[in-house]
T-cell receptor
Framework: TQLLEQSPQFLSIQEGENLTVYCNSS?????LQWYRQEPGEGPVLLVT?????EVKKLKRLTFQFGDARKDSSLHITAAQPGDTGLYLC???????FGAGTRLFVKA | GAVVSQHPSRVICKSGTSVKIECRSL??????MFWYRQFPKQSLMLMAT?????????EQGVEKDKFLINHASLTLSTLTVASAHPEDSSFYIC?????????????FGPGTRLTVL
């Protein structure tokens, strides 16, 4: 059974700080996705990483896929209150989700 | 980008009634649709996978007689919660994919909040 573990589960930081969220598994994934979900809404896809070692940037967000395709990370530079939300990593055909990282950025 | 809609967005019903939730892919044909359930402050849990024209595949622990899924066309899947009870109250989210490969992107609907009194 494929499982995805995310850490930390909760993060509260000040505006302007940097942070990294991790997504780890003992299984190999063909691809991993990162989503952001706001309360009462469905997840919104941020990025899909496919190639081992791949790095993708989306403005202040940097996503990395591990060389062995078992883990991924999301780094946010100079976090803003608008980054507040639930960040989910997911993978596999049935899209197994990690437990999520709830980020709160204080102004 | 691809858009997936859900209807209704919110429903409140009495215990014992059945509730139908629709999931539509608006601008693409969805070969596969997925139904998830999300309890407060928890992640999404896959309930079932449905392919157009065939029976849905349910995850372990999900009662297929209680959560009836019909994927009647390439743009519509429905989830019916039969004889809903308060413990069925949750946020139900569907997603749709245009392909069968693991790397095919899934597009998520906005979710349906079900409250059973």
């Amino acid at each position: 059974t494929q499982l995805l573990e995310q850490s930390p589960q909760f993060l509260s930081i000040q505006e302007g700080e940097n942070l990294t969220v991790y997504c780890n598994s003992s299984s190999v994934f063909s691809s991993l996705q990162w989503y952001r979900q706001e309360p009462g809404e469905g997840p919104v896809l941020l990025v899909t990483v496919v190639t081992g070692g791949e790095v993708k940037k989306l403005k202040r967000l940097t996503f990395q896929f591990g060389d062995a395709r078992k883990d991924s990370s999301l780094h946010i530079t100079a976090a803003q209150p608008g980054d507040t939300g639930l960040y989910l990593c997911a993978g596999g055909f049935k899209t197994i989700f990690g437990a999520g990282t709830r980020l709160f950025v204080k102004a | 980008g691809a858009v997936v809609s859900q209807h209704p967005s919110r429903v409140i019903c009495k215990s014992g009634t059945s509730v139908k939730i629709e999931c539509r892919s608006l601008d693409f044909q969805a070969t596969t649709m997925f139904w998830y359930r999300q309890f407060p402050k928890q992640s999404l849990m896959l309930m079932a996978t449905s392919n157009e024209g065939s029976k849905a595949t349910y995850e372990q622990g999900v009662e297929k007689d209680k959560f009836l899924i019909n994927h009647a066309s390439l743009t519509l899947s429905t989830l019916t919660v039969a004889s809903a009870h308060p413990e069925d109250s949750s946020f139900y989210i569907c997603s749709a994919s245009g392909g069968l490969a693991e790397t095919d992107t899934q597009y998520f609907g906005p979710g349906t909040r079900l409250t059973v009194l």
